[in-house]
């Protein structure tokens, strides 16, 4: 990228701008509709010509946000869980009964959501039996596994790995550290979770085998896989952090494919759902759209007065949303 913006291909002109009013702290498609988490109580709906619909959700600031493009599920620090379908209708999921703050929450399969208050975690079914386990610290991450009903929760010292309709005990993968966030591979051989260090760990499954991702100039905000699940995409350095997931160690001995080189970095990432193309976006506001076959870059916003907190394709890759931590917001369309 190297500074030179003029001298690349730009969609940025393709831009509708969303008056979302405040911070932006996730953003997710639900059908045709862009759904962005603002900071306090609401979810602002945004349609493709533009008609917007305000949900209030949580009586206080939503904390946490997750999507699988049917429902949005969101934790806020009223102490709620709640479940926003894509015509905008909500409802009450769970309510913790010390009013704790609700940190993470996750969607799985069958409809089963998880969710983590102080020291912490639970697994409500799609059924809606709610279980619950005690962790040896809040939970930094939570995440289900793409193959059944188990659920990784990141802490301090590792992560727990639990059966929520098991008699056998959590398995627990150590490392020493805070682990803030935690995902699966697409195929489920690879568990990886971004640390308080400017560093990645991760766990090969089938043998417990560690792997350090390191080289990062901050602490990783954001993480993505690519189509197919062959690499994972990071922010954390001034250019966008592609780590090879192909073969059956993984990035063990491996180096990352460093794209996108910038003066400022990069804060958030997001890939394109059927190609290998990523949108990254930097703390200067300015997001590109990046190739994974030959780097090829394209300018898709121009920097602006704060960082960009979230970036979201729709399904078919045809639009782009993002949002940052000043409440700019918008839709490209790339169709």
């Known amino acids: 990228m190297s500074d030179t913006q003029n001298s690349i291909p730009s969609v940025a002109d393709r831009v509708n701008p969303v008056a979302a009013g405040a911070p932006v702290v996730a953003v997710h498609f639900t059908k045709d509709r862009a759904a962005f988490v603002l900071g306090e109580e609401t979810v602002l709906f945004v349609a493709a010509d533009g008609s917007e619909q305000r949900v209030a959700v949580h009586a206080g600031g939503i904390l946490s946000a997750v999507a699988d493009g049917r429902r949005i599920v969101t934790g806020g620090d009223d102490g709620s869980v709640v479940a926003i379908d894509a015509q905008g209708k909500a409802e009450t999921l769970a309510t913790d009964p010390k009013h704790r703050w609700i940190d993470r929450v996750a969607l799985g399969p069958d409809g089963a959501v998880a969710w983590s208050a102080g020291k912490q975690a639970f697994v409500r079914s799609g059924k809606g039996e709610v279980k619950s386990l005690e962790l040896p610290s809040s939970a930094g991450g939570l995440a289900f596994s793409p193959k059944g009903l188990r659920v990784a929760i990141a802490h301090y010292g590792g992560v727990t790995l639990w059966f929520p309709n098991a008699v056998a005990a959590p398995e627990t993968f150590a490392w020493k550290g805070s682990h803030l966030d935690v995902t ?127 970036l979201a394709w729709s399904a078919d890759g045809a639009r782009l949303a993002f949002g940052t931590e000043d409440g700019e917001a918008g839709i490209a369309d790339l169709a």
């Open 184 to 310: 699966f591979s697409p195929d489920g051989r690879f568990l990886v979770t971004a640390m308080q260090e400017p560093m990645l760990h991760g766990w090969r499954l089938a043998d417990a085998k560690d792997m350090r991702m390191s080289g990062y100039s901050a602490k990783v905000r954001s993480c993505a896989w690519t189509a197919g699940g062959k690499w994972l995409a990071t922010s954390g350095s001034e250019q966008l952090i592609m780590w090879p997931f192909q073969s059956k160690d993984g990035p063990m001995g491996k180096q990352p494919r460093m794209l996108a080189p910038y003066s400022k970095r990069a804060v958030a990432v997001a890939c394109h759902p059927k190609q290998e193309i990523v949108a990254v976006g930097f703390e200067d506001g300015l997001i590109m759209l990046c190739r994974m076959e030959d780097g090829a870059e394209i300018l898709a916003k121009k920097p602006g007065s704060a960082p960009v907190s979230v």
